[in-house]
């Protein structure tokens, strides 16, 4: 067996299913392999959406997605879902390549990328957007280096990792008893669960039970943990009322009689209003970056007037931004069960006031009938489609902002959105992995300026044989950064020419319809969930509603707002 047999036989013994990937360079071993494994590819049209792709389906099934290709292309197109697993906690493995060509690299052979005079250097962008990376040199080593990047990316704070493969040992025989020894792969992936202290469990408990107004604030590390259980237990057990982050939507239902929405800048201000009435705090999973503070407002957080308690399975986010009473070191869902076996408390507060914070979800233009759609109505259309069985993928730009505040979410794990780094075009990549790796339904929603840089996806679904219905919210402009402008046409390069999506669906192999009034909008969501194949919906919307201006939280307008 040569190593990139043995390569593919311990993806195989992890439980792969998939990887997603585009062939070139040493690679190629590996493709070479994988019609003979159980292991199945899905090659999009190119390793940015491949990223992608792992990234969320690590981040969907808490299994590190694979992402495998060629290292130049690895580290420039396949950085971006590399950023958005790293920043957002994202298990995810990447086997790529350096292109060292044998005894050339010391001559600069073409696409070299393993540092040498003359090419470029891999591992330092490795560096840059890895938790940890390997370059073995060697049969077993290589193998040992894919365990530990297995192991290293669901260990604690979950992210990507990578192993650079070298260009001979990809090729050569791995020895039968190699010293020292490469042991079986479940064994070396194994992991375990950290717990916090029961002295940081009782400190809280107490602070908890004390409180006549406790608040959570549940943030993607619920997600990572898988806890939702959790977190509902404690919720109620406390009688606190649970508002999230950004990309902790949808860890707890929208629905639920103790939510109170989503804080931050363009959160909602029912949300926001609640955590600062709040006396004391229990932040999971969150780290509270400026978009979820409020970029620092004084009256938002209050460490000298409120108990905060932070549970993280990061040390150092413990207390980052704000002075912390008790830190929970560990997973969410240990911390979390901890609190909900050790104690509880009731109040007069929390239902009532949770019940007042959700009427954020809602407001008069959203049941607007004008032509053409106000955004907000069109999240109402797509709300009404979204059930316990549906996944939401959101891309960034204005569109996530309407989503975020008017996409009342029914249940858990039902909405993502890319707020890791944030970058443009997730959703559509994102969507298609979800569809894999899930039952359900999935929408991915995009501003027509995210959706045409992977609108390629759609393609890919096609291939693969799953639905999508994918949304864009068509203003034919950068909306966002059109909408920043202080005069008339002081930003360059922010209008598009107006292309026809649903025809480009079509040439896809998909269908395409294209509508301008909310009822046009609430058939199509439903025809194309019904649909067996993807569907591009291409809605078009009112561009002079001004998000920020609607939705701008009055606690970041009073420190100026707009942090861009």
């Given at each position: 067996?040569?190593t990139?047999?043995?390569?593919v036989?311990?993806l195989?013994n992890?439980?792969?299913?998939?990887?997603f990937?585009?062939?070139?360079?040493?690679?190629?071993?590996?493709?070479?392999?994988?019609p003979e494994?159980?292991v199945?590819?899905v090659r999009p049209?190119?390793?940015r959406?491949a990223s992608?792709?792992?990234?969320?389906?690590?981040r969907?099934t808490?299994d590190?997605?694979?992402?495998?290709?060629?290292?130049?292309?690895i580290g420039?197109?396949g950085?971006i879902?590399?950023m958005?697993?790293?920043l957002?906690?994202?298990p995810?493995?990447v086997?790529?390549?350096?292109?060292?060509?044998?005894?050339?690299?010391t001559?600069?052979?073409?696409q070299?990328?393993?540092?040498?005079?003359g090419?470029?250097?891999l591992?330092?962008?490795l560096?840059?957007?890895t938790?940890e990376?390997?370059?073995?040199?060697?049969?077993?080593?290589?193998?040992r280096?894919?365990?530990?990047?297995?192991?290293?990316?669901?260990a604690g704070?979950?992210?990507?990792?990578?192993?650079?493969?070298?260009?001979?040992?990809v090729t050569?025989e791995m020895p039968?008893d190699?010293?020292p020894?490469v042991?079986d792969d479940?064994?070396?992936t194994r992991?375990?669960?950290?717990?916090?202290?029961?002295r940081d469990?009782?400190?809280a408990?107490?602070?908890l039970?004390s409180?006549?107004r406790?608040?959570?604030v549940?943030?993607n590390g619920?997600h990572a943990?898988?806890a939702y259980?959790e977190?509902?237990?404690?919720?109620?057990?406390?009688?606190?009322?649970?508002?999230?982050s950004?990309?902790g939507?949808?860890?707890?239902?929208?629905?639920?009689r103790l939510?109170?929405g989503v804080v931050g800048s363009?959160?909602h201000?029912?949300a926001?209003?609640v955590?600062s009435?709040?006396?004391?705090l229990?932040?999971?999973?969150?780290?509270?970056?400026p978009?979820?503070t409020?970029?620092?407002?004084?009256d938002?957080?209050r460490?000298?007037?409120?108990?905060?308690v932070h549970?993280?399975?990061?040390?150092?986010?413990a207390?980052w931004?704000?002075?912390a009473?008790?830190?929970?070191i560990?997973d969410a869902?240990?911390?979390l069960?901890?609190?909900?076996?050790?104690?509880a408390?009731?109040?007069d507060?929390?239902?009532s006031?949770a019940?007042?914070a959700?009427?954020s979800?809602d407001?008069p233009e959203?049941?607007?009938?004008?032509?053409?759609?106000?955004p907000?109505?069109?999240?109402k259309e797509?709300?009404?489609?979204?059930?316990a069985?549906?996944?939401?993928?959101?891309?960034?730009?204005?569109?996530?902002?309407w989503l975020?505040?008017?996409l009342?979410?029914?249940a858990v794990?039902?909405?993502f959105?890319?707020g890791g780094?944030?970058?443009?075009?997730w959703a559509?990549?994102?969507a298609?992995s979800?569809?894999?790796?899930?039952e359900k339904d999935v929408?991915a929603?995009?501003g027509d300026?995210?959706f045409?840089m992977?609108?390629?996806s759609?393609?890919?679904?096609?291939e693969?044989?799953?639905a999508?219905?994918f949304?864009v919210?068509?203003d034919?402009?950068?909306?966002?950064?059109?909408?920043m402008?202080r005069?008339?046409?002081?930003i360059?390069?922010?209008?598009?020419?107006?292309?026809d999506?649903?025809r480009?669906?079509e040439?896809?192999?998909?269908?395409g319809?294209?509508v301008?009034s909310p009822?046009e909008?609430?058939?199509?969501?439903?025809d194309g969930?019904?649909?067996a194949t993807?569907?591009?919906?291409?809605?078009r919307i009112?561009r002079d509603?001004d998000m920020?201006?609607?939705?701008?939280s009055?606690?970041?307008?009073s420190v100026g707002g707009?942090?861009e």
């Amino acid at each position: 067996m040569n190593t990139s047999e043995r390569l593919v036989e311990t993806l195989e013994n992890l439980g792969v299913e998939r990887v997603f990937g585009y062939p070139g360079g040493r690679v190629i071993e590996l493709f070479d392999r994988l019609p003979e494994s159980s292991v199945d590819l899905v090659r999009p049209r190119d390793e940015r959406e491949a990223s992608v792709m792992a990234e969320m389906h690590g981040r969907l099934t808490g299994d590190p997605g694979v992402l495998v290709g060629q290292g130049p292309w690895i580290g420039s197109l396949g950085v971006i879902g590399q950023m958005e697993a790293r920043l957002g906690s994202s298990p995810m493995v990447v086997v790529t390549e350096a292109s060292e060509r044998g005894d050339y690299s010391t001559v600069a052979p073409y696409q070299q990328s393993r540092g040498d005079y003359g090419g470029v250097e891999l591992p330092k962008i490795l560096d840059a957007v890895t938790k940890e990376h390997w370059c073995p040199r060697t049969p077993p080593e290589t193998v040992r280096s894919l365990q530990l990047a297995f192991k290293h990316a669901v260990a604690g704070r979950p992210g990507p990792t990578a192993v650079v493969l070298d260009g001979n040992a990809v090729t050569e025989e791995m020895p039968d008893d190699p010293i020292p020894p490469v042991w079986d792969d479940a064994a070396q992936t194994r992991t375990w669960s950290a717990a916090p202290t029961p002295r940081d469990v009782a400190a809280a408990v107490e602070a908890l039970e004390s409180a006549d107004r406790p608040v959570v604030v549940a943030g993607n590390g619920v997600h990572a943990a898988g806890a939702y259980d959790e977190l509902r237990t404690v919720a109620e057990r406390y009688d606190a009322i649970v508002v999230t982050s950004y990309l902790g939507k949808s860890t707890f239902p929208e629905t639920h009689r103790l939510a109170g929405g989503v804080v931050g800048s363009f959160g909602h201000e029912g949300a926001n209003r609640v955590v600062s009435e709040g006396d004391a705090l229990l932040v999971v999973g969150c780290r509270l970056n400026p978009m979820d503070t409020n970029w620092g407002a004084p009256d938002f957080v209050r460490p000298a007037e409120q108990t905060i308690v932070h549970a993280d399975v990061d040390a150092r986010n413990a207390g980052w931004v704000y002075p912390a009473d008790v830190g929970l070191i560990g997973d969410a869902a240990e911390s979390l069960r901890e609190l909900a076996e050790a104690g509880a408390a009731s109040n007069d507060w929390a239902e009532s006031r949770a019940a007042t914070a959700r009427e954020s979800f809602d407001a008069p233009e959203c049941e607007s009938a004008a032509t053409p759609m106000l955004p907000q109505r069109a999240v109402k259309e797509i709300e009404r489609v979204v059930d316990a069985d549906t996944v939401v993928t959101a891309d960034s730009g204005n569109n996530r902002f309407w989503l975020l505040n008017y996409l009342q979410t029914p249940a858990v794990r039902t909405y993502f959105g890319s707020g890791g780094v944030g970058g443009m075009g997730w959703a559509n990549p994102a969507a298609v992995s979800a569809a894999l790796a899930t039952e359900k339904d999935v929408l991915a929603v995009a501003g027509d300026g995210g959706f045409a840089m992977t609108m390629t996806s759609v393609e890919t679904a096609v291939e693969q044989g799953v639905a999508p219905t994918f949304v864009v919210l068509n203003d034919t402009s950068l909306g966002m950064v059109r909408q920043m402008q202080r005069g008339p046409d002081d930003i360059a390069g922010v209008e598009f020419h107006d292309t026809d999506f649903a025809r480009v669906a079509e040439a896809f192999g998909a269908e395409g319809v294209r509508v301008e009034s909310p009822d046009e909008l609430g058939d199509a969501l439903r025809d194309g969930k019904a649909s067996a194949t993807p569907t591009v919906v291409d809605a078009r919307i009112d561009r002079d509603e001004d998000m920020a201006e609607t939705l701008q939280s009055s606690f970041y307008a009073s420190v100026g707002g707009l942090h861009e």
